[in-house]
């Protein structure tokens, strides 16, 4: 007995709510049974999920990958700086902010959604130039997009305090904050994926040109998917700003690029599941390897990982499941309820 | 020794099975035609025998060497060349250079410029063009520069995936007097992809039917296109025409 | 008046270092389509493996100690062998993988190269003085310019005439073109592909250290950063230049470098900290008045 095309709907809709419990438990059992320092990488995790999940919005369903997006999560982490500072503080570090932003004093919420709003719009602007190409070429127009923000932004000194931190954000972003977050960016993605367009541009992933040959607007698609993708992705820089109060350009480059891009490759580009799998195992993994780093009490002696050790290792993790399992560990499936009916074979 | 021998091979794409226990015996020197509809696995029998795509089931045997699962490079070099659908010319590399790609395989260096000249020979619109850029040739052109690269690795069987796709009916005559010429000098194993019949009794040879990646009838060439031609006269259609 | 001389002398040798990088990963690219972000680390590799391993913000030279004529062929052999061996250890094992998954095995590939660099020698940069003569200025056409600029220019010359008539003369030669345009043909045809694309990562790493020695006798400084700013314009000039396309990447290497000094010589100085900004967004200009690159290769167009 094959599932109706109703009962197929409502087992869609199961991946969304399994993926929100599976982090639901996550943090209520760090918030329960861990210290402040677990808490924060609660935090960090939950916000990693905003942003890998808002990532897998256009790369899981175009195909294309980015290396752009950390560029968006920087102009979403200044722009939420730039509402909520005290103006005494952005007159002192920021003396270049227009009038309107320089008395901005915002409450979080709305500088969060305004900030994921600006990312969205570059990212509307720029992907409006960036999409016109396919393909690698893309990928490597992302970069430049990526070396493009990094630039401005470690060199406009009276409007982002260019290499010097800007410092006294409110840490208001701790795990409970980031958890709802990071269940409204699984929720949008799952609209998205199971929309026309979501739909449309799944099928211009496997074959470029004949998915354009079938009358697919492909670069319309790919637009609205990296203008939403860029909104979440947005909002985790924000969040981020505020969990750890400080911001500096040199935190918006290659190295969360890669990280975030390690979590997408090994839980599985493929699949929403995927994503959040990669967020959870890799920081889980990173914890541990950031304790090793500090050192582990071994019969008297501090056996400690070296400094660098813990990016080496998790190059090596992706690089295998790239060899020997490429579609991740979801294998590109979504974790999901089966209602009714029996999987045909 | 180059007697070719299939051996119930399959092949799949993925969950498609292209060919299916397909076994076919081919002697030294002999000419087979492969025939059948689209779809029926002719290029994926080719594709299989030189290596270029793997094999699920079965073994294949070049002079009694098992080949099933080596590398094209390595099949090339027990005497085996392979002319594509769409003869795959390297565009961007001269008419003489893309005679020489395949003579990295060759032992006798000597007899490599002989060869070269040899081909000139035989095909003298490409000796006229050996420093042009082979991508500016015309269809005919490509096709026999096809075929003189593929001769030049000295092959023992030469496969040639329809030497008449998409050229104008001289042109194909000619390439087949070209490849039964060269067939009688250096006594090659030919096996070659042709739709029609009544092509094939005129060259003269063995014809295998491939239809729905399995054989379905071999024959004389000559009985294939008789039949053939009865049957248009029946129905008022050519028979190669996929049902 | 010697600005223009002197600013043409500074867009070729700018423009040459990014030539030899872009047909590094030009070379690989036409190859196997492998897109190899690990390169910019190979040539951080080659700057590194000058000087002795410590974490010490002065460098002390260990192969840089080595008679250039020594050092030059051990340096290139070197960054030969850290690009065959990543083939080895990486890429072989990927060869039914996607462009998009070889591509992301390559930046993970770069980055587990960056911090092992980092655990040897730590963060900081160092100072390091290979070569110091060659900074001495000397004057051609009434420009001052430094020895090494003119050096670069040369060697910039010698290596693209090199691998031109390697190309096009020798066996492998030809063979990396005919894999490069058909790899699945060359094959059919006996060409080795282990042969070939072993091959494409030996130049391509001896273009590395080649970049590398350049880099270090220039700046003075070993930082294992460095190797990420020079791959990013490596690969936009390879992409300008029409993926896959050496001509084109070498073409494409000079327009960046002349684009890049004459932008750093003529915008206003409130804007110079922003010349990259400005040189990447015109380089997407480009991508997109000219999709396939200017200087496109055959094989680079989509098949339909």
Known sequence: MQQTHKQKRLSAWSTPILLIAVLLVFVLLIAVLGDNSLARMAAQTMIRVVFVVGLWIFVGNSGVVSFGHVGYMAIGAYCSAWLTLKPQMKGMFLPDLWSFLANAEWPVLPAAIVSGLLAALVALVSGAAILRLTGIAASIATFAFLAIVHTVYSSWEGVTGATSSVVGLTRYADHWVTLGWAVAAILVASIYANSASGLALRATREDEVAASASGIDMYRHRLLALVVSAFFTGVAGALFGHSL???????????????????????????????????????????????????????????????????????????????????????????RLRLGGRRPN | ??????????????????????????????????????????????????????????????????????????????????????????????????????????????????????????????????????????????????????????????????????????????VYETLIRLQKDRGLTLVIVEQSSARAARVGGRMVLLRGGTVVDEGDAAEFAERDLLKEAYFGQSAEEPA | MNAIPQLFFDAMSLGGIYAMAALGIALIFGVMNLVNFAHGEYIAFCVFALIVPSTDAVAVLFLGKAPALLLIPILLALGAAIAVASEFVVFRHMRKATPVAMMISSFALGFVIQNSLLLIYGSRPKAISLWPDLNKPVSVIGASVPLLQIIVILATLVVVVALALLLKKTKIGLEMRAAAENFTMARLLGVRANVVITGAFALSGALAAAVAMIMVTQTGVADIRMGGQIMLVAFIATVIGGLGSLPGAVAAGFLIGAASVILQAFLPLDARPFRDAFLYTFVIVILLVRPQGLFAAHSAKPRV
């Open chain 1, 245 to 335: 109060g400080v911001l500096n350009p040199n935190s918006f480059y290659l190295g969360v690029t890669f990280i975030t891009l390690a979590m997408l490759v090994v839980g599985g580009i493929g699949s929403l599941t995927g994503a959040v799998t990669g967020v959870l195992v890799l920081s889980i993994l990173i914890e541990v390897l950031v304790r090793m780093e500090r050192g582990v009490e071994l019969g008297g002696t501090n056996l400690a990982l070296p400094a660098g050790a813990q990016e080496i290792l998790i190059g090596i993790v992706m690089i295998l499941v790239l060899i020997l399992r490429p579609t991740g560990l979801s294998g590109g499936r979504e974790l």
């Open chain 2, 1 to 174: 020794m180059s007697k070719l021998g299939v051996f119930d091979v399959s092949v799949r794409y993925g969950k498609v099975p292209a060919l299916t226990d397909v076994s076919l015996q081919i002697e030294e020197g002999e000419r087979v035609f492969i025939s059948g509809p689209n779809g029926a696995g002719k290029s994926s029998l080719l594709k299989a025998i030189c290596g270029a795509v793997p094999t699920t089931h079965g073994r294949i045997e070049i002079g009694g060497m098992l080949v099933a699962g080596r590398p094209p490079e390595a099949i090339a070099r027990l005497g085996m060349t392979m002319v594509p659908e769409g003869r795959d010319i390297f565009g961007t590399l001269t008419v003489e250079e893309n005679l020489r790609v395949g003579t990295g395989i060759r032992r006798d260096r000597d007899a490599i410029e002989s060869d070269i000249d040899e081909i000139y020979e035989n095909f003298p619109i490409l000796g006229e063009r050996r420093q042009a850029n082979a991508g500016a040739l015309s269809g005919g052109q490509q096709q026999m520069l096809a075929i003189g690269r593929g001769l030049m690795t000295n092959p023992k069987v030469m496969m040639v995936d329809e030497p008449s796709l998409g050229l104008a009916p001289n042109i194909v005559d000619q």
